[in-house]
């Protein structure tokens, strides 16, 4: 049965009380680098190593991740509000990442400030609904233990301290 637009609205709603963090997925094909904002990141498994990410079918950064068959992870550290912002518009790649200061490290790229970061191999991509998960085999990783996660929680950014 198709959700309704009302059923939608209120799934988005009751699920928005579900606190996440807030990560930045990137490749880099030929065209440049590539980013998009998403909540949808878990892990999967730790022997071997996966995550998931969900893309939207419509996502720019999808085909780049198809087309290279890698993609990172780059969790957002509180006061990185305006770079999820910027990763979440529908801007081309090129101006999504003018002003924002990053390395390719592993053939991705890894944004500066990012509270940690997981490079991946793309093992599978699964269709669902309207979007297409993507299942990836991390290849490398680091984390920063000097500064506090931004959470997105029905519907805004928020700053959890410990």
């Known amino acids: 049965m198709?959700?309704?637009?009302?059923?939608?609205?209120?799934?988005?709603?009751?699920?928005?009380?579900?606190?996440s963090g807030v990560a930045v997925v990137t490749a880099h094909g030929?065209?440049?680098?590539?980013?998009?904002?998403?909540?949808?990141?878990?892990?999967?498994?730790?022997?071997?190593?996966?995550?998931?990410?969900?893309?939207?079918?419509?996502?720019r950064t999808l085909p780049v991740v198809r087309e290279t068959g890698?993609?990172?992870?780059?969790?957002?550290?509180?006061?990185?509000?305006?770079?999820?912002?910027v990763?979440?518009?529908r801007r081309v790649?090129?101006?999504?990442?003018?002003?924002?200061?990053?390395?390719?490290?592993h053939g991705v790229p890894v944004l500066d400030g990012a509270l940690?970061?997981?490079a991946c191999d793309l093992q599978q991509l699964v269709e669902a609904g309207d979007h297409v998960i993507g299942i990836g085999a991390?290849?490398?990783?680091?984390?920063?233990?000097?500064l506090e996660p931004l959470v997105f929680y029905a519907g805004s950014y928020l700053r959890v301290t410990p």
């Open 93 to 105: 790649a090129r101006e999504k990442f003018e002003g924002v200061t990053h390395d390719v490290a």
């Open 138 to 146: 991390v290849t490398q990783m680091d984390a920063r233990d000097d």
């Open 116 to 118: 940690a970061w997981l």
């Open 30 to 59: 030929s065209d440049g680098p590539a980013g998009l904002t998403t909540n949808a990141v878990s892990s999967v498994s730790l022997d071997p190593l996966l995550l998931l990410v969900c893309f939207e079918r419509s996502s």
């Open 70 to 85: 890698r993609f990172a992870v780059n969790v957002l550290a509180a006061g990185q509000e305006d770079l999820a912002r």
């Open 87 to 89: 990763f979440a518009s």
């Open 2 to 19: 198709a959700a309704t637009s009302t059923d939608q609205a209120r799934f988005r709603e009751v699920i928005g009380h579900f606190a």
